[in-house]
Nanobody, 130 residues
Framework: QVQLVESGGGLVQPGGSLRLSCAASGFTLDYYAIVWFRQAPGKEREGFSCISSSDESTYYIDSVKGRFSLSRDNAKNTVYLQMYSLKPEDTAVYYC???????????????????????WGQGTQVAVSS
């Protein structure tokens, strides 16, 4: 069974930090690119970051550059999303996803179209509020 499970969300104050995890089972995660999406209340799902398999390059949309960082722990079959300097606008349910590509798409609306991705975790809630 192919499965992705997100964890690590919670409530933090503006400026705080969280580390989210995306744990894979049923496949070897380090062979494939993993894309992160988030969905704020009343908004469409937004892709914002990706880590590739072939060279472990990372990519981010402008609103999270310099604040979010992706990494892999291949021994644990897990991708981590470290988030710093969180803002209220970061409040959303966060998801990881894959379509078993080895490389990341362009950080664009077309490249991060959610329907392109077949496998998703259930999401973890991040709330940033004072």
């Amino acid at each position: 069974q192919v499965q992705l499970v997100e964890s690590g969300g919670g409530l933090v104050q503006p400026g705080g930090s969280l580390r989210l995890s995306c744990a894979a089972s049923g496949f070897t995660l380090d062979y494939y690119a993993i894309v992160w999406f988030r969905q704020a209340p009343g908004k469409e799902r937004e892709g914002f970051s990706c880590i590739s398999s072939s060279d472990e390059s990372t990519y981010y949309i402008d609103s999270v550059k310099g604040r979010f960082s992706l990494s892999r722990d291949n021994a644990k079959n897990t991708v981590y999303l470290q988030m710093y300097s969180l803002k209220p606008e970061d409040t959303a349910v966060y998801y990881c996803a894959t379509n078993f590509a080895q490389t990341c798409p362009d950080m664009s609306t077309a490249g991060l179209w959610p329907k392109y991705y077949d496998y998703w975790g259930q999401g973890t809630q991040v709330a940033v509020s004072s």
